[in-house]
Structure formats: structure tokens, C-alpha cells
């Protein structure tokens, strides 16, 4: 009996483990029930719209029909391995907001004059899917079906997909490969999928820098109500926004919408029998084809759109230089990137042979920033790089390779060529190595500072300051290492900040300004404060204001602080007054030094009135130029002259920082030396012998471009200061694409969006440097002058319908930085002006429809603002000086 009994609380034991086990396997998924037809409603939505919405409605539509689903086939021994199909029918497709019949594109139209005879029949052809365990095995549908077809029908799939425990998991549907997280409740699930962790097949590109750049928020949620072992309701919600991170307002938001309402049950076809799905598929209809989840790209060909030179045509009028610095430059320079990136080598060519003079640069502007292999093949077989007459082309295609969004190997490959080649022009030369360590630091940032071509030219640039004894070719390398930002490269800049060359210190010691403060070593330090301190050697003033800088924006120690606050009284005279002024702009405007620099000073040895009532005429000032929510803009005008009061150096930047990046997004330098003997002035310690020399330097938007020189040698500067007209020099003048954001966004609905952010800039820089000998007097001038326009543009082409919308912001600006010296007396006078002219900024929003027969709706609305001008504020002793000026000037 006790045998007995023990069998019998063993076999109910294991009855209760298989029915608890046949439980957890029912917990897998949906289930249906044989002989049973389940009949839906079915309806996908979509909006697009700003991220705030508009008053107008969303662009967009509303695709119902009803659905049929019944089982097909099961496993035998596994309940869970389901073969469904799923019948289409009553489609229907109505405008997404509802307004008037002027503004409904589909009024007086049917499904089948919308979707096409052919398409409706193809959407309302029964297809199949294979669930196992709740999650799709195979897709079977049609190879003859229009891809957009496929893709509806694999979004109603993407509903039928969940698990019925809680838990994440990595799933595959029509989003593509993606963390997904379901939570279970009592007959509801939740599934939240993990957007940015979806891959598909389809890449995009951005731009590298956060601050130019474009941010995108997405989620996604569907709910899952449970009735009888299968779905009652599944309701999903879908959402993307687009913002651009210097401006959040020009925003586009796409919304999608699945509902899936079960409406009724009614006796279906009985379960077919067979061995496995491939045999049950193919006994239905042998065209049957397991397609794939994931859907394939879509080809979409522009029917009646320009052809490139047909666009050139049309946009010519704005690219001439006098139009560069209007608005309508810009765009048009944008809408020419996109028709050049979808056209042949050979069509580009055509239009690069037929620009005139006068618009060719702005055409190779266009061209090399379109980055695809076509138009990067024509500028290499337009260009000349062994004729030294064709500078100016050379030049932009360089500096538009130097600011590329996305590059890749094949541009510096192109670039090395250039570089092994012959080349006419040394400023050619110099720039086409300058410019390759900008893209090494470009590609390094993407994660392929690997690639063959990548590390050759990291080993040319690293190696090239040590392998020559050529002044220009060892300042050429620095200017390489200094835009390459290679951690490798510091200890070659240090070796250099401590060199006899001036050029050379100053490049180093500027570049190691750049790195990020984690790198700056203990032996970087110690060899930058031998040369402020001038342990070794005497160095020229500039070199040590730079040393000055690279200290105390280097997270500098309590005693690195004490002793530059000690040699303050000890230095030339405009030289202890930069420092000085340097000291005070860092604790006034709050920089990351400034609780060490109050530290130091409560030490009275280093802060008393002997060291900090020096006069001169040098300073450096920071301030605001803009802040608000999106973005930070802060300016720095540091001025150092010599004892005899002309100008040592120039140095004006600007920064924008946003979502805690930073962008250097302009400096300009000028400097000077060896101009004493023009007055017959005595020049400081350590300038006794430097020869007559005036240039400029600009670094815009991360790029150090190739400095230029005002003149060199004293009879230079004799033939040019009686030449002089006091027109500035150019240094920069083009076209920039500053903001280049490309992605398709994959609806859970099957639909696509694709998404284009762009920003371009129109930009004239240039300066210049008067001297009078007759009044006593010089004066340097920055001016900048710019135009930038940033649209967004968010399409759904479904090629039955498209929809979409473009948000679009546009402003034009100046900016002037001029400084103006009397060296009649000392401390001679000298006053700095930094003024912002008034200003437009227009925002719009344009939404758009189109059906196949050229039927079209657009509507456009804007928003102009003036911003008025304003003279930057410096100090107040720039101030009192700048009245002085000016009285005596009258």
C-alpha cells in the first residue's frame, strides 16, 4: 500500500508539472483556435507636423481597412509554431487632419484612382506569417508586389508580435533588429521598443559635431489587450523629433498611429495538415516567398524634376559673389548639394565647364560638399593641382574637404594623392597637408582611425615637423598636428613649444590649447611654464602669452597660479598689463580657473598694489554674444602690443556650446612684428632681431585654415605701405555646409520617413592693417559677414502619396572688430570696437502633398524678426580710451 501510495503522489505530481509546463508554454505568445476566423478593423496613421504642432494640421493620412486572420497550420507537437494568414479588404485612405475641400487632396478621390488598380489588388492579396513562440519566423508574400505594398503588410505583421511575460528581448520586425521590453499584466502587455537600438539595413549620416548637429528623441509603445489566448485591441504609438541643436525650435515631428480592434469571430477554414511551413506554403500558392521581416530599401526616382544643369540654371543668379551675402545664397546652395548628390560624374562635369569665373567657386563649393564618389571624381578630374593659376579653385575644394560632415577614406586618399603629387603653388601645397590632418581628426572621431589611409597620413604628418629644416614645411606639419588632435602628437608639440623659432612656440603651444585637459600631462606642464617663465631662454612676448594661456586653461595647480601672479611687474610693460587683464577677465567671467586664481591671491606677496596697477594698453576680455536654452555663444578679444605701442597680436574667437559640447566656431589672429624701426622705436627684450612681418590666421568651425601673410621683409612692407588702400585682405569667402544630417526612420506602420537636415553658410572674413606714419596711427580690422540658412525637411513617399514637411530658419549678420592705435604718446591710446549691425532672423513652415497625377497642396507660413545691432561691451577702460580717440580724431 505504501508502494502504492508513493506511485500515486508521483504520477499527480508529474500530471501537475506537465499541465504547469503546457501553462508556461501557453505564456509564449498569441495562440489561435482552429476552424475560427477573427475579423478586424484595422487603421495606420500619420502626422507630420512641428514639434509643437501648428495651427494648420499635420501633413499626412489615414490608411483603414479591415483585416481577416486565421489559422492555417500548427505544429503538432509544439502549439506555439503557428502558420497564419492574415486577408486584407475595404481600404480605405482619408486626409490625416480634416479641412476644407480646397485643402484635401484626396477629395472627389477612391482608393483604387489613389493606390492604382494593380496596388489594391496587390494589398488586398492574402498573405502569410509563421509565429513561433510569439515572434515572426517568416514573412510570406510576393517578389511581383511593389515594395510599399510589402511594407504595409509587414506592419499590420508587427502587431501580432509579443510575448505574454515580462522580460527584454531582442526581436526582429519591420523596425528592424531591436531591444524590445515587455511588461505583463493581468490580459494586457505592454511592449516599449528601444528605438536607438534598432538596425536596419538603411544608414544615414550627421554631422560630427554635436553643436551643428541634429538631435532626435523617439519612442515607441504599443499595448497588447488579450482575449482567449489572442488580441482583442493593439494599440500602438509611435514618435519622432528632430531638432536642431542650436535652434530647438526648427523642429519636425513625425507621428504613427496602429489600431487593431477585433470585431467579431466567425467559423473559419479548418487547419491544413502537413510536416513543416515550407510544404503548407507552398501547397496554397507556390509564388508564396518567404521575404524577409525587415524591409528592403526603397528606390525612389523624382519623376519631372530638373535635370542638374537644368537646376544650375535656375540658381546661378544667387551664387554670384555680390548675392553671397544675402539669404537666398545659402538655400540655393542647399537645394544644388541634393540635386548634385543624386547626378552622374559626368553631369557635374558638365556644369563645372560651364559656370562663369565668377560663379565657379561657389559651384566648387557645391560640388565638394556634396561628398558622394561622383562629384569627388569630378572636382579630382576638373582640378589642376600642377597649374599654380587655378590657387582660388584649389583653395575652396580643399577647405570644403577640410569642413565635410561625413568623410571618408576615398577623400583623403584623393588628398594624399594630391599631396605625393606635383604641385604648383606652395600655399597648395600647404593647405592640402593642413587640411588632411583636419579629416584624420574627422575620421578619428568616427572610429576609424584604423583605416590604412588613416594611418598613413597620421605617420606622414607625425613624423613631417622633425624631417625638415624648411621653416614654411615645419609650420605646415604643426598646423597639420594641430588640427589632427592626435594624443600622439603632444609630445611632439612640446618638444616645439620650447623652440627658438617664434612661429613654431606659438603653433605648439596654440594646438596643445585645443586638447582636452585629460591629456595635458604633468611634463607638458612643467615644459609649458619653462617657457612663460623663460628658464631656458628668452622668448618673444606673444610666445608667452600663449604659454600664459595654455596654464591657466589646463586646470593650472595652487603654485602654477602663485608664480604667474609673481612675475606680473617683472615682465615688458604691455606684456605685465595682458597678464594682468588676463587674470581679471578669468575671475569675472567665471572660468574654471578662477577659484585657484582667488586662492592665490589671497597671498598678499602676489596680490598687492605694486602688481596690480600696472598701465598699458594690452587687455583680454570675455563675454556673452548670445544665451538661451539651445545654445551658448561667448566671444574673447585679447590685444597684446609691444612697448613702442604697436600691435603684437590679435586674437578674436568665438565659441558655441550646446547639450554640453563645444564648438570653436571662429578665431582670427593678427599678428605683427618687427615694425619698431618704422618710428623709431626700441623693441622688447627678446624681439631685438625678428624681421618685418604681418599676417593673419583664421580657424573656423574646428578647421585651422592656412594662415596668410600681410607682408614679410622690410622692403615688402615698404612696397606695400605705399601701396596700401586700407581694403582688407581676404581670407575666407564661401560657401560652407555647416549642418548635414541624412537618415531613414523605419514606422513600425511599414511606412518610411526620410529625414534631411541641412545648413548652409555664406561667408566673407577678411582683415586688415593700416599703419600712418604721418598721424601717428595704425588700425586693424576683422570683418565678418555671413548669411546661414538651416531647413528640415521630414517626406513620406509612399509613391501612391506623398507627404511632408519643412521647418526652416535664415538670418543675415555682420560683424566688425576693428582696432585703432595713436602711438603719439605713451601710454599711447587705443580703442576697440566690436560691433553687431541689425539683423534679420525668418523662421517658416511649409507642409506639402502630392499624388502621382501632379495633383499638389502646399501651404507656407513665416515669421520675421529684427534683432537690433549693438556695440559688444568691453572694459570700461577700452571705453574711456575709445572717447579719447575719437575726440582727438576731430
Same mark, same amino acid.
Given at each position: 500500500?505504501?508502494?502504492?501510495?508513493?506511485?500515486?503522489?508521483?504520477?499527480?505530481?508529474?500530471?501537475?508539472?506537465?499541465?504547469?509546463?503546457?501553462?508556461?508554454?501557453?505564456?509564449?505568445?498569441?495562440?489561435?483556435?482552429? *476552424?475560427?476566423?477573427?475579423?478586424?478593423?484595422?487603421?495606420?496613421? =500619420?502626422?507630420?507636423?512641428?514639434?509643437?504642432?501648428?495651427?494648420?494640421?499635420?501633413?499626412?493620412?489615414?490608411?483603414?481597412?479591415?483585416?481577416?486572420?486565421?489559422?492555417?497550420?500548427?505544429?503538432?507537437?509544439?502549439?506555439?509554431?503557428?502558420? @497564419?494568414?492574415?486577408? @486584407?479588404?475595404?481600404?480605405?485612405?482619408?486626409?490625416?487632419?480634416?479641412?476644407?475641400?480646397?485643402?484635401?487632396?484626396?477629395?472627389?478621390?477612391?482608393?483604387?484612382?489613389?493606390?492604382?488598380?494593380?496596388?489594391?489588388?496587390?494589398?488586398?492579396?492574402?498573405?502569410?506569417?509563421?509565429?513561433?513562440?510569439?515572434?515572426?519566423?517568416?514573412?510570406?508574400?510576393?517578389?511581383?508586389?511593389?515594395?510599399?505594398?510589402?511594407?504595409?503588410?509587414?506592419?499590420?505583421?508587427?502587431?501580432?508580435?509579443?510575448?505574454?511575460?515580462?522580460?527584454?528581448?531582442?526581436?526582429?520586425?519591420?523596425?528592424?533588429?531591436?531591444?524590445?521590453?515587455?511588461?505583463?499584466?493581468?490580459?494586457?502587455?505592454?511592449?516599449?521598443?528601444?528605438?536607438?537600438?534598432?538596425?536596419?539595413?538603411?544608414?544615414?549620416?550627421?554631422?560630427?559635431?554635436?553643436?551643428?548637429?541634429?538631435?532626435?528623441?523617439?519612442?515607441?509603445?504599443?499595448?497588447?489587450?488579450?482575449?482567449?489566448?489572442?488580441?482583442?485591441?493593439?494599440?500602438?504609438?509611435?514618435?519622432?523629433?528632430?531638432?536642431?541643436?542650436?535652434?530647438?525650435?526648427?523642429?519636425?515631428?513625425?507621428?504613427?498611429?496602429?489600431?487593431?480592434?477585433?470585431?467579431?469571430?466567425?467559423?473559419?477554414?479548418?487547419?491544413?495538415?502537413?510536416?513543416?511551413?515550407?510544404?503548407?506554403?507552398?501547397?496554397?500558392?507556390?509564388?508564396?516567398?518567404?521575404?524577409?521581416?525587415?524591409?528592403?530599401?526603397?528606390?525612389?526616382?523624382?519623376?519631372?524634376?530638373?535635370?542638374? /544643369?537644368?537646376?544650375?540654371?535656375?540658381?546661378?543668379? %544667387?551664387?554670384?559673389?555680390?548675392?553671397?551675402?544675402?539669404?537666398?545664397?545659402?538655400?540655393?546652395?542647399?537645394?544644388?548639394?541634393?540635386?548634385?548628390?543624386?547626378?552622374?560624374?559626368?553631369?557635374?562635369?558638365?556644369?563645372?565647364?560651364?559656370?562663369?569665373?565668377?560663379?565657379?567657386?561657389?559651384?566648387?563649393?557645391?560640388?565638394?560638399?556634396? %561628398?558622394?564618389?561622383?562629384?569627388?571624381?569630378?572636382?579630382?578630374?576638373? =582640378? *589642376?593641382?600642377?597649374?599654380?593659376?587655378?590657387?582660388?579653385?584649389?583653395?575652396?575644394?580643399?577647405?570644403?574637404?577640410?569642413?565635410?560632415?561625413?568623410? *571618408?577614406?576615398?577623400?583623403?586618399?584623393?588628398?594624399? +594623392?594630391?599631396?605625393?603629387?606635383?604641385?604648383?603653388?606652395?600655399? &597648395?601645397?600647404?593647405?592640402?597637408?593642413?587640411?588632411?590632418?583636419?579629416?584624420?581628426?574627422?575620421?578619428?572621431?568616427?572610429?576609424?582611425?584604423?583605416?590604412?589611409?588613416?594611418?598613413?597620413?597620421?605617420?606622414?604628418?607625425?613624423?613631417?615637423?622633425?624631417?625638415?629644416?624648411?621653416?614654411?614645411?615645419?609650420?605646415?606639419?604643426?598646423?597639420?598636428?594641430?588640427?589632427?588632435?592626435?594624443?600622439?602628437? &603632444?609630445?611632439?608639440?612640446?618638444? #616645439?613649444?620650447?623652440?627658438?623659432?617664434?612661429?613654431?612656440?606659438?603653433?605648439?603651444?596654440?594646438?596643445? %590649447?585645443?586638447?582636452?585637459?585629460?591629456?595635458?600631462?604633468?611634463?607638458?606642464?612643467?615644459?609649458?611654464?619653462?617657457?612663460?617663465?623663460?628658464?631656458?631662454? &628668452?622668448?618673444?612676448? +606673444?610666445?608667452?602669452?600663449?604659454?600664459?594661456? !595654455?596654464?591657466?586653461?589646463? *586646470?593650472?595647480?595652487?603654485?602654477?597660479?602663485?608664480?604667474?601672479?609673481?612675475?606680473?611687474?617683472?615682465?615688458?610693460?604691455?606684456?605685465?598689463?595682458?597678464?594682468?587683464?588676463?587674470?581679471?577677465?578669468? =575671475?569675472?567671467?567665471?572660468?574654471?580657473?578662477?577659484?585657484?586664481?582667488?586662492?592665490?591671491?589671497?597671498?598678499?606677496?602676489?596680490?598687492?598694489?605694486?602688481? #596690480?596697477?600696472?598701465?598699458?594698453?594690452?587687455?583680454?576680455?570675455?563675454? /556673452?554674444?548670445?544665451?538661451?536654452?539651445?545654445?551658448?555663444?561667448?566671444?574673447?578679444?585679447? @590685444?597684446?602690443?609691444?612697448?613702442?605701442? @604697436?600691435?603684437?597680436?590679435? +586674437?578674436?574667437?568665438?565659441?558655441?556650446?550646446?547639450?554640453?559640447?563645444?564648438?570653436?566656431?571662429?578665431?582670427?589672429?593678427?599678428?605683427?612684428?618687427?615694425?619698431?624701426?618704422?618710428?623709431?622705436?626700441?623693441?622688447?627684450?627678446?624681439?631685438?632681431?625678428?624681421?618685418? #612681418?604681418?599676417?593673419?590666421?583664421?580657424?573656423?568651425?574646428?578647421?585651422?585654415?592656412?594662415?596668410?601673410?600681410? /607682408?614679410?621683409?622690410?622692403?615688402?612692407?615698404?612696397?606695400?605701405?605705399?601701396?596700401?588702400?586700407?581694403?582688407?585682405?581676404?581670407?575666407?569667402?564661401?560657401?560652407?555646409?555647416?549642418?548635414?544630417?541624412?537618415?531613414?526612420?523605419?514606422?513600425?506602420?511599414?511606412?518610411?520617413?526620410?529625414?534631411?537636415?541641412?545648413?548652409?553658410?555664406?561667408?566673407?572674413?577678411?582683415?586688415?592693417?593700416?599703419?600712418?606714419?604721418?598721424?601717428?596711427?595704425?588700425?586693424?580690422?576683422?570683418? +565678418?559677414?555671413?548669411?546661414?540658412?538651416?531647413?528640415?525637411?521630414?517626406? !513620406?513617399?509612399?509613391?501612391?502619396?506623398?507627404?511632408?514637411?519643412?521647418?526652416?530658419?535664415?538670418?543675415?549678420?555682420? =560683424?566688425?572688430?576693428?582696432?585703432?592705435?595713436? /602711438?603719439?604718446?605713451?601710454?599711447?591710446?587705443?580703442?576697440?570696437?566690436?560691433?553687431?549691425?541689425?539683423?534679420?532672423?525668418?523662421?517658416?513652415?511649409?507642409?506639402?502633398?502630392?499624388?502621382?497625377?501632379?495633383?499638389?497642396?502646399?501651404?507656407?507660413?513665416?515669421?520675421?524678426?529684427?534683432?537690433?545691432?549693438?556695440?559688444?561691451?568691453?572694459?570700461?577702460?577700452?571705453?574711456?580710451?575709445?572717447?579719447?580717440?575719437?575726440?582727438?580724431?576731430?
Amino acid at each position: 500500500m505504501l508502494v502504492r501510495a508513493v506511485f500515486w503522489i508521483c504520477a499527480v505530481t508529474c500530471v501537475t508539472a506537465s499541465t504547469k509546463g503546457d501553462d508556461a508554454a501557453a505564456a509564449a505568445g498569441p495562440r489561435l483556435h482552429n *476552424n475560427q476566423l477573427y475579423k478586424f478593423s484595422y487603421t495606420t496613421e =500619420l502626422l507630420l507636423d512641428k514639434a509643437r504642432g501648428s495651427k494648420e494640421g499635420s501633413a499626412g493620412y489615414r490608411i483603414s481597412s479591415d483585416v481577416n486572420i486565421n489559422l492555417v497550420w500548427r505544429d503538432p507537437s509544439n502549439k506555439e509554431d503557428q502558420l @497564419i494568414q492574415l486577408a @486584407i479588404s475595404n481600404v480605405r485612405i482619408e486626409p490625416a487632419s480634416q479641412g476644407s475641400e480646397k485643402n484635401n487632396i484626396l477629395h472627389g478621390s477612391t482608393t483604387e484612382s489613389i493606390l492604382g488598380k494593380s496596388k489594391l489588388a496587390a494589398l488586398t492579396k492574402p498573405f502569410l506569417v509563421h509565429l513561433k513562440n510569439g515572434k515572426t519566423k517568416a514573412f510570406y508574400s510576393y517578389w511581383s508586389e511593389p515594395s510599399t505594398i510589402r511594407n504595409l503588410k509587414r506592419g499590420i505583421t508587427s502587431l501580432l508580435q509579443f510575448q505574454i511575460h515580462t522580460g527584454k528581448v531582442v526581436e526582429n520586425d519591420v523596425s528592424g533588429r531591436c531591444t524590445v521590453q515587455y511588461k505583463a499584466a493581468e490580459g494586457q502587455v505592454t511592449r516599449t521598443k528601444f528605438l536607438e537600438t534598432c538596425k536596419t539595413s538603411e544608414t544615414g549620416f550627421t554631422t560630427h559635431s554635436t553643436v551643428l548637429g541634429v538631435s532626435r528623441k523617439s519612442s515607441s509603445v504599443t499595448v497588447f489587450k488579450l482575449e482567449d489566448g489572442f488580441i482583442k485591441s493593439a494599440v500602438a504609438e509611435e514618435t519622432h523629433s528632430l531638432a536642431v541643436s542650436a535652434r530647438r525650435s526648427t523642429a519636425a515631428k513625425i507621428v504613427s498611429r496602429q489600431t487593431l480592434l477585433l470585431v467579431g469571430k466567425e467559423a473559419g477554414p479548418m487547419e491544413m495538415a502537413g510536416k513543416d511551413v515550407a510544404g503548407v506554403v507552398k501547397s496554397i500558392d507556390d509564388k508564396l516567398a518567404a521575404v524577409g521581416i525587415v524591409p528592403e530599401k526603397l528606390k525612389t526616382q523624382c519623376k519631372g524634376c530638373p535635370t542638374l /544643369f537644368e537646376h544650375w540654371q535656375v540658381v546661378q543668379k %544667387q551664387l554670384e559673389p555680390a548675392s553671397l551675402s544675402k539669404a537666398t545664397a545659402p538655400r540655393s546652395f542647399l537645394g544644388f548639394i541634393q540635386s548634385i548628390r543624386k547626378a552622374s560624374k559626368d553631369e557635374i562635369l558638365k556644369v563645372l565647364k560651364s559656370a562663369s569665373k565668377t560663379t565657379l567657386p561657389q559651384v566648387v563649393d557645391a560640388v565638394t560638399s556634396s %561628398q558622394t564618389p561622383a562629384s569627388l571624381d569630378a572636382m579630382l578630374e576638373f =582640378l *589642376n593641382f600642377t597649374d599654380a593659376k587655378g590657387l582660388v579653385l584649389q583653395e575652396r575644394f580643399l577647405y570644403a574637404c577640410g569642413f565635410a560632415s561625413h568623410p *571618408n577614406e576615398k577623400m583623403l586618399t584623393a588628398l594624399l +594623392n594630391i599631396a605625393k603629387g606635383k604641385i604648383g603653388s606652395t600655399e &597648395i601645397k600647404e593647405s592640402v597637408v593642413i587640411i588632411m590632418g583636419a579629416l584624420v581628426h574627422k575620421l578619428c572621431l568616427k572610429g576609424s582611425c584604423d583605416l590604412p589611409t588613416v594611418v598613413q597620413v597620421k605617420n606622414m604628418i607625425l613624423e613631417g615637423p622633425e624631417s625638415t629644416n624648411v621653416e614654411s614645411e615645419v609650420q605646415m606639419y604643426l598646423l597639420a598636428l594641430k588640427n589632427s588632435l592626435l594624443p600622439e602628437a &603632444i609630445p611632439i608639440l612640446t618638444r #616645439f613649444a620650447e623652440s627658438e623659432v617664434g612661429s613654431y612656440s606659438t603653433i605648439a603651444l596654440t594646438a596643445l %590649447q585645443r586638447y582636452d585637459v585629460h591629456l595635458i600631462t604633468p611634463e607638458v606642464k612643467q615644459t609649458v611654464n619653462r617657457v612663460y617663465h623663460q628658464n631656458r631662454r &628668452i622668448y618673444e612676448k +606673444n610666445v608667452r602669452a600663449a604659454a600664459a594661456d !595654455v596654464i591657466l586653461s589646463s *586646470n593650472p595647480s595652487y603654485m602654477e597660479v602663485k608664480n604667474l601672479l609673481l612675475s606680473i611687474g617683472d615682465l615688458p610693460h604691455e606684456m605685465n598689463k595682458y597678464m594682468l587683464s588676463k587674470i581679471q577677465d578669468i =575671475l569675472r567671467f567665471q572660468m574654471p580657473a578662477s577659484k585657484t586664481i582667488r586662492q592665490a591671491l589671497k597671498d598678499m606677496i602676489s596680490h598687492n598694489y605694486d602688481r #596690480f596697477a600696472k598701465v598699458g594698453s594690452s587687455s583680454s576680455y570675455s563675454g /556673452f554674444m548670445t544665451k538661451s536654452r539651445d545654445v551658448t555663444s561667448t566671444y574673447s578679444l585679447d @590685444i597684446l602690443y609691444s612697448g613702442s605701442g @604697436i600691435l603684437r597680436r590679435s +586674437n578674436m574667437n568665438i565659441y558655441g556650446s550646446s547639450q554640453g559640447s563645444m564648438l570653436h566656431g571662429l578665431q582670427v589672429a593678427i599678428e605683427a612684428q618687427g615694425l619698431e624701426t618704422l618710428i623709431a622705436a626700441t623693441p622688447d627684450e627678446g624681439e631685438e632681431d625678428l624681421e618685418s #612681418f604681418a599676417g593673419m590666421s583664421a580657424l573656423l568651425f574646428d578647421v585651422q585654415l592656412r594662415p596668410v601673410t600681410f /607682408f614679410k621683409g622690410y622692403s615688402d612692407l615698404m612696397s606695400k605701405m605705399f601701396s596700401m588702400t586700407g581694403e582688407p585682405m581676404n581670407v575666407v569667402k564661401g560657401l560652407i555646409l555647416l549642418t548635414d544630417h541624412s537618415e531613414v526612420i523605419q514606422l513600425q506602420s511599414g511606412l518610411k520617413a526620410s529625414a534631411e537636415f541641412q545648413g548652409g553658410l555664406a561667408i566673407d572674413i577678411s582683415g586688415g592693417m593700416e599703419i600712418s606714419l604721418w598721424y601717428r596711427e595704425s588700425k586693424t580690422s576683422v570683418n +565678418n559677414r555671413a548669411a546661414l540658412v538651416v531647413t528640415g525637411n521630414v517626406t !513620406v513617399d509612399m509613391d501612391f502619396l506623398r507627404a511632408g514637411l519643412e521647418v526652416s530658419f535664415e538670418t543675415e549678420a555682420s =560683424l566688425d572688430f576693428i582696432t585703432t592705435v595713436q /602711438f603719439s604718446e605713451y601710454p599711447f591710446l587705443v580703442c576697440m570696437q566690436m560691433d553687431k549691425a541689425t539683423f534679420p532672423v525668418s523662421e517658416y513652415f511649409t507642409r506639402y502633398e502630392s499624388l502621382p497625377s501632379g495633383k499638389s497642396i502646399k501651404s507656407r507660413k513665416g515669421k520675421k524678426q529684427l534683432v537690433p545691432g549693438s556695440e559688444f561691451p568691453l572694459h570700461q577702460e577700452n571705453s574711456n580710451m575709445c572717447k579719447r580717440v575719437f575726440e582727438s580724431s576731430w
